[in-house]
């Protein structure tokens, strides 16, 4: 009778432990594909636009991932080596409901009283790094998923100003490489590629800056190789949204983006302690000399502090290099590595496996709760490149996304591990042999329903 007992303790804690993990059961996800407004380039122009109100899933839900790439107007994939993206990203903001919809607006410049920014939670500057999602060339390549129960809450109508609307805006940045004289050069924005003195302002470059976003901004050209002719084209973002319905049982993710260049200020005002940002989005790779090739193999190795405003657990984290980038990394200050990110270089010519780019950045999916913040705490954001050239308007960003709390059913692990305290061997054998006759009927019992249903079966597509 007490193996009995026992036995059925274990098919109570295995129960629970089901139980315990609420993002194994799923969730009905939706897809849905939009494209971007078209927009259209010739060889070697550049498109670097914001486009207000996109199309975009409405309602209280739970972003679950945004993926996107470029395509032809016949909807096929665009190689890196055609069109180069250099980045793309999407951003919530609060748009007033009797305020014209601006399709496009090439600086950014909306009317304040029109447009209250929903941001994402830092830790750069404002009006720097502010995207719920975004990414480069490696976009084809590099999981975006946020698992479950958690997602990135959207249209919660507690969180929308009176007179107000949540909508979303997107950046495009894209490069046609067609027939121009330095691919690599102009997709690094070398500013002499460009034949530029001044930025998209009218304002006269540094004398040191020798390339970067202020030399490949929207209606520039970068040089062409002498003779070569090619035909303007139509281009679009197509961009793919995955989301749920929002439940209670969701748990709500921040974005946080980090920057290698970030530099902090630290200050006391009225209100205590505070820190200000300044984050730059790029730099540059000056290349090795050979004394450098015995000591560090021509690497190039920046490294910056930053201080996080909340405390949490980090369920997702991916970098954004560009192409000579080697790796990123993310560790505490006594130098534990908590995350590191390292691009895919593509070996061929189709979409997705363009030779010498970067196609795809690895990801880290901790395990819920194993990796904790707390608030004012010093994270050490490390980017490399290599060295081996010079490398101009590259970027070392750290995508992570941060919840405030693990899955509260986790709390059942407990009691699993304390009933498991007073099983002895024999009593898990038997309740193990039990749990499996369980199993048998219960694939019976769906084998028999599946066969049932088989024919009329249609999958669920949106």
Not at 154 to 170: C, D, M, S, V
Not at 204 to 220: E, I, M, Q, S, V
Request: proline fraction near 4%.
């Amino acid at each position: 009778m007490r193996n009995f007992s026992q036995g059925w303790k274990i098919l109570v804690a295995i129960f629970l432990l089901g139980l315990s993990f609420p993002y194994s059961q799923g969730y009905n996800v939706k897809s849905k594909v939009f494209l971007s407004p078209k927009f259209v380039l010739g060889p070697g122009s550049v498109e670097n636009k914001f486009y207000y109100g996109i199309d975009f899933p409405r309602g209280h839900i739970a972003l679950k991932s945004f993926d996107a790439e470029v395509t032809d107007e016949a909807g096929n994939p665009v190689p890196l080596h055609e069109t180069y993206l250099h980045h793309w990203a999407v951003e919530k903001y609060y748009g007033r409901k009797d305020a014209e919809l601006l399709e496009y607006n090439g600086n950014r410049l909306l009317r304040e009283s029109d447009y209250i920014s929903a941001r994402n939670d830092g830790i750069c500057q404002t009006n720097i790094l502010e995207q719920d999602f975004g990414l480069g060339s490696e976009t084809r390549g590099t999981a975006t998923h946020i698992p479950d129960p958690y997602g990135l809450e959207i249209g919660n109508p507690a969180t929308i100003p009176a007179g107000y609307e949540e909508r979303w805006f997107l950046n495009v940045h894209a490069i046609d490489t067609r027939g121009v004289e330095d691919r690599l050069g102009c997709t690094e924005c070398k500013c002499d590629l460009y034949n530029v003195t001044v930025d998209e302002y009218g304002q006269p470059l540094k004398p040191n800056y020798r390339g970067g976003l202020a030399c490949c901004y929207d209606g520039t050209q970068c040089r062409l190789s002498n003779g070569f002719e090619g035909a303007r084209r139509s281009l679009s973002l197509r961009y793919t949204v995955k989301w749920v319905d929002w439940e209670t049982s969701i748990v709500p993710v921040k974005i946080y983006i980090l920057d290698v260049t970030d530099k902090e200020t630290r200050f006391s005002d009225s209100t205590g302690f505070s820190i200000q940002h300044h984050c730059q989005i790029e730099y540059s790779v000056e290349p090795c000399k050979a004394s450098d090739v015995a000591d560090n193999g021509c690497v190039h190795t920046k490294r910056t502090s930053v201080t996080m405003p909340t405390s949490g657990y980090i369920i997702y984290g991916v970098a954004h290099q560009h192409s000579g980038g080697i790796g990123a990394a993310l560790y505490r200050e006594d130098g534990q590595l908590m995350c590191s990110s390292i691009p895919a270089y593509g070996n061929g010519m189709e979409a997705g496996n363009e030779a010498g780019y970067v196609v795809g950045m690895s990801t880290c999916y901790p395990k819920p709760g194993s990796l904790r913040i707390t608030d004012g705490e010093t994270l050490i954001v490390e980017s490399s490149y290599s060295s081996s050239r010079e490398h101009t308007g590259v970027m070392g960003f750290f995508y992570i996304l941060v919840a405030d709390r693990v899955p509260e059913s986790s709390s059942f692990l407990g009691v699993f591990n304390k009933m498991d305290s007073d099983i002895n061997h024999s009593a898990f054998v038997w309740g193990a042999f039990v749990l499996a006759g369980v199993a048998v009927i219960a694939a019976a019992v769906g084998y028999r329903r599946r066969n049932k249903y088989e024919d009329g079966y249609q999958p669920i597509m949106i």
